[in-house]
Nanobody, 122 residues
Framework: QVQLVESGGGLVQAGGSLRLSCAAE???????MAWFRQAPGKEREFVAV????????YYADSVKGRSAISRDNAKNTMYLQMNSLKPEDTAVYYC????????????????WGQGTQVTVFT
């Protein structure tokens, strides 16, 4: 079992930046990890994924060019730097982990955090 805890969400003006963090309670270096988000009344959607060593990343078109996913395995932490935020980025952001990159990318990861709220206002 891997417990994941997100942090870093908050209220930010459009055009601003946030860095989300996802801390694992124990070593996460063998897990691929990803960020998903869910806006009110909408289905959960993929944001970004990163491989176990961080060498492979992939982004949703909606955040590509504005966001950067990274990880620090020594700290058992994954990050999502989000820039040029838009109101449509408003959502609860969840991190997820799984031993399979494909599985976590598909939103079927074995482990999920409780989420952190991001609200972007104009």
């Amino acid at each position: 079992q891997v417990q994941l805890v997100e942090s870093g969400g908050g209220l930010v003006q459009a055009g601003g930046s946030l860095r989300l963090s996802c801390a694992a309670e124990r070593t996460s270096s063998t897990y691929a990890m990803a960020w998903f988000r869910q806006a009110p009344g909408k289905e959960r959607e993929f944001v970004a994924v990163i491989s176990t060593r961080g060498s492979v990343t992939y982004y949703a078109d909606s955040v590509k060019g504005r966001s950067a996913i990274s990880r620090d395995n020594a700290k058992n932490t994954m990050y999502l730097q989000m820039n040029s935020l838009k109101p449509e980025d408003t959502a609860v952001y969840y991190c997820t982990a799984d031993s399979s990159y494909t599985t976590v990318r598909a939103g079927l990861g074995s482990y999920w955090g409780q989420g952190t709220q991001v609200t972007v206002f104009t």
